[in-house]
């Protein structure tokens, strides 16, 4: 902790950070610092107020299809990595991805949200074909979550009917994403979140707690680097080793920093969509419930069929589906006991 935040007095940062008057860094350092239980309890609630102020008290569902786990990349934390030749690796046939879509249709969610590896079997084309389809058999908005692509496929994609993507940052420290992206740039990762703002995405970025050499400057960094890029959702887990990755010796994030780190975004960010990610429930089920206190709005049941879901594993733990740990019912049934009804519709952003 700096001599400055030592100085600062938890309680009015915190309330001046729930009137919405922003948060400078050494501010956000400060918040993701405290360790006394009664301070980030009054965090956690200031941030549960003002996610209540802003986006209300629905939560919204999104329905995941993870339709392939093969990847070009080799991000050094991910199972889904190209070296990984541990990994029973599938790819779904594009109708098979439909009829899934049309399933996620009869159910709660109004979205779907296509995700895959950079899997060069899908060509731009190809994730075309399959964005109109669901665009013309289903009322569902369509978010992809399918890495980079170049400004031209981006476009086709909207034109198909997609009309929000994912694109996590990673970490805003560019030398540590380089260190664990090797061969790619975080500028670029930057500039393609850029063309989707401009196209007219609703975008969503996101980040990793607790990855190797990774600091609580850093941590303050993502948060000012959303904020700046004004993102609309923002997706926060802690990194989660895999044994069959070069990290796998290293320890998890901790999930009281990624709760910080959440708690933190909502009150700098205010009107976004925030999921309770679920890298967050591997590493403490009660985690993943806690963060619907501290400013999340969102949450992403896997909707990927049974036969494929264990093998995309990102991280370990991962395979928890609607078709077998967490039947959809119960999730709804435990968000109304706690009087968060689901939200209809697309659950868009609300623009102030
Ligand atoms: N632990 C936690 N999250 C991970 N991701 C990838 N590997 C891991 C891991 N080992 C996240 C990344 C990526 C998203 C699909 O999953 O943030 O963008
Ligand atoms: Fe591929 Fe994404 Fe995993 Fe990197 S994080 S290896 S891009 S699936």
Redesign the pocket.
């Given at each position: 902790m700096t001599s400055t935040s030592e100085a600062m007095d938890t309680g009015d940062l915190i309330a001046r950070a729930e009137e919405g008057l922003g948060l400078a860094r050494p501010e956000i350092v400060h918040l993701l610092s405290l360790d006394d239980p009664a301070e980030i309890e009054a965090l956690y609630q200031a941030a549960d107020r003002v996610r209540r102020r802003c986006v209300g008290d629905e939560v919204h569902l999104r329905g995941v299809i993870e339709f392939s786990n093969h990847c070009r990349n080799n991000?050094t934390?991910?199972?889904l990595r190209r070296d990984n030749a541990k990994l029973a690796r599938y790819r779904m046939e594009d109708d098979e991805i439909v009829e899934c879509a049309l399933g996620i249709a009869e159910g709660p969610c109004g979205t779907v949200v296509l995700?895959a590896g950079e899997d060069p079997a899908f060509t731009a084309e190809r994730l075309c074909g399959i964005i109109s389809a669901i665009r013309a058999r289903t009322p569902l908005a369509v978010t992809l979550?399918v890495g980079r692509w170049p400004y031209e496929d981006l476009k086709a994609f909207r034109d198909a009917g997609a009309s929000r993507y994912l694109l996590?940052h990673?970490t805003a420290n560019a030398s540590l994403y380089e260190s664990l992206c090797p061969g790619r740039r975080l500028s670029d990762r930057i500039e393609c979140i850029r063309h989707l703002k401009r196209l007219g995405f609703e975008t969503g970025m996101?980040?990793?707690v607790g990855l190797p050499g990774q600091t609580v400057e850093d941590l303050a960094s993502d948060i000012l680097l959303m904020q700046e890029m004004d993102a609309d959702m923002i997706?926060i887990?802690?990194?989660?080793?895999?044994g069959d990755?070069p990290?796998a010796g290293h320890p998890p994030g901790d999930a009281e920093m990624v709760l910080k780190m959440l708690a933190v975004t909502r009150l700098v960010t205010r009107d976004t969509n925030i999921p309770a990610t679920t890298?967050l429930g591997v590493l403490r089920a009660e985690a993943r419930k806690r963060a619907f206190f501290a400013g999340a709005n969102v949450f992403m049941p896997v909707y990927t069929p049974k036969k494929y879901a264990p093998d995309y594993q990102?991280?370990p733990g991962k395979a928890v589906s609607v078709h077998e740990d967490m039947p959809l019912q119960e999730v709804v049934d435990y968000f109304s006991s706690i009087g968060r009804p689901i939200g209809a519709g697309h659950g868009a952003r609300r623009k102030r």
């Amino acid at each position: 902790m700096t001599s400055t935040s030592e100085a600062m007095d938890t309680g009015d940062l915190i309330a001046r950070a729930e009137e919405g008057l922003g948060l400078a860094r050494p501010e956000i350092v400060h918040l993701l610092s405290l360790d006394d239980p009664a301070e980030i309890e009054a965090l956690y609630q200031a941030a549960d107020r003002v996610r209540r102020r802003c986006v209300g008290d629905e939560v919204h569902l999104r329905g995941v299809i993870e339709f392939s786990n093969h990847c070009r990349n080799n991000c050094t934390y991910c199972g889904l990595r190209r070296d990984n030749a541990k990994l029973a690796r599938y790819r779904m046939e594009d109708d098979e991805i439909v009829e899934c879509a049309l399933g996620i249709a009869e159910g709660p969610c109004g979205t779907v949200v296509l995700q895959a590896g950079e899997d060069p079997a899908f060509t731009a084309e190809r994730l075309c074909g399959i964005i109109s389809a669901i665009r013309a058999r289903t009322p569902l908005a369509v978010t992809l979550s399918v890495g980079r692509w170049p400004y031209e496929d981006l476009k086709a994609f909207r034109d198909a009917g997609a009309s929000r993507y994912l694109l996590r940052h990673e970490t805003a420290n560019a030398s540590l994403y380089e260190s664990l992206c090797p061969g790619r740039r975080l500028s670029d990762r930057i500039e393609c979140i850029r063309h989707l703002k401009r196209l007219g995405f609703e975008t969503g970025m996101g980040c990793m707690v607790g990855l190797p050499g990774q600091t609580v400057e850093d941590l303050a960094s993502d948060i000012l680097l959303m904020q700046e890029m004004d993102a609309d959702m923002i997706g926060i887990g802690p990194f989660i080793p895999h044994g069959d990755t070069p990290l796998a010796g290293h320890p998890p994030g901790d999930a009281e920093m990624v709760l910080k780190m959440l708690a933190v975004t909502r009150l700098v960010t205010r009107d976004t969509n925030i999921p309770a990610t679920t890298a967050l429930g591997v590493l403490r089920a009660e985690a993943r419930k806690r963060a619907f206190f501290a400013g999340a709005n969102v949450f992403m049941p896997v909707y990927t069929p049974k036969k494929y879901a264990p093998d995309y594993q990102i991280y370990p733990g991962k395979a928890v589906s609607v078709h077998e740990d967490m039947p959809l019912q119960e999730v709804v049934d435990y968000f109304s006991s706690i009087g968060r009804p689901i939200g209809a519709g697309h659950g868009a952003r609300r623009k102030r």
